[in-house]
């Protein structure tokens, strides 16, 4: 699979930047994977068309949002951009607004893309390095934040899988053991989201006692008599309607602190004490 640094390409990369609207920003992202030859300009009139069809979803957490469409035939190969603004601009989110970093994606499939959206998951979910990214004032500063971050990272993950437990979550029912991150496209939003709540059963010592699945709004709707529970934004919520187990709606999809308390309105923790 790709890492990140291999994803976004320098020429990517726009700091400092204005934009009036949101439409204005999405396209300036989309203007750099252009430009840097992943994808032409139908593809950023898609990014824009599926925020006015389903809404602001793409803002997953405060001040960011991830710019992307389904696949087609736009994407030469698969890439993705960066982009800071000077003065943030609103999409019309009601906790994460308003935006002043965008990422943009372009994908010619749904698995190119898997570790590069793990790492940044995990970038922008530091305090820390999210603040170097904002205040870093060239493309190259970027590369360097987001390649010094990988080999903690993987450090993380390693130290995590030595913690790892082989309790069963414990419930008061019976349970599927699966959880899935819904999105529009199952191919953005959702694998971040993904991303984020695997790192808090890793925590927890469950990887791979319940499994995480990323999906669209249509494939949820047949998987869900599969799953425990759904976890999507407030807009992908509206969207499902009722099909019968939980969905919780995620605000911040890089906040563990977050989707800790959202699972344990389901598991019991109290054997892992």
């Known amino acids: 699979m790709t890492t990140l640094s291999q994803l976004l390409d320098p020429r990517a990369i726009a700091l400092d930047q204005s934009a009036e609207s949101w439409q204005d920003a999405v396209r300036a992202a989309g203007a750099l994977l252009t430009d840097s030859g992943v994808a032409t300009s139908a593809y950023t009139e898609a990014m824009i068309a599926t925020v006015e069809d389903k809404g602001p979803y793409i803002v997953i957490a405060p001040g960011f949002a991830f710019a992307h469409a389904r696949p087609n035939e736009a994407v030469h190969n698969t890439g993705m951009s960066w982009l800071t603004l000077r003065e943030p601009v609103a999409f019309g989110h009601p906790t994460n607004d308003p935006v002043s970093l965008v990422v943009a994606l372009a994908a010619t499939d749904d698995k190119q893309h898997t570790q590069a959206m793990a790492q940044l998951a995990k970038l922008l979910g530091n305090k820390r390095k999210r603040e170097l990214l904002d205040a870093a004032t060239t ?19 390693t130290a995590a899988s030595a913690n790892a437990t082989s309790q069963p979550p414990a419930t008061g029912s019976t349970t599927r ?24 059963l890793d925590h927890w010592g469950w990887q791979g006692l319940i499994t995480v699945e990323a999906t ?43 989707i800790d308390h959202a699972l344990r309105e389901l598991y019991d923790l109290d054997s892992l004490a």
């Open 139 to 157: 493309p190259e500063e970027v590369m360097r934040i987001i390649a010094d971050a990988a080999p903690a990272q993987a450090a993380a993950s």
């Open 177 to 200: 053991d699966k959880i899935l991150t819904v999105c529009g496209n199952g191919l953005g939003t959702s694998l971040f989201l993904k991303n984020t709540l695997e790192e808090v």
């Open 216 to 258: 669209d709004t249509i494939s949820a709707k047949g998987k869900a008599k599969e799953a425990d529970l759904i976890m999507t934004s407030g807009e992908i919520a509206c969207t499902l309607g009722d099909l019968g187990i939980p969905v919780c709606v995620i605000e911040n999809f890089t906040s563990k602190a977050e």
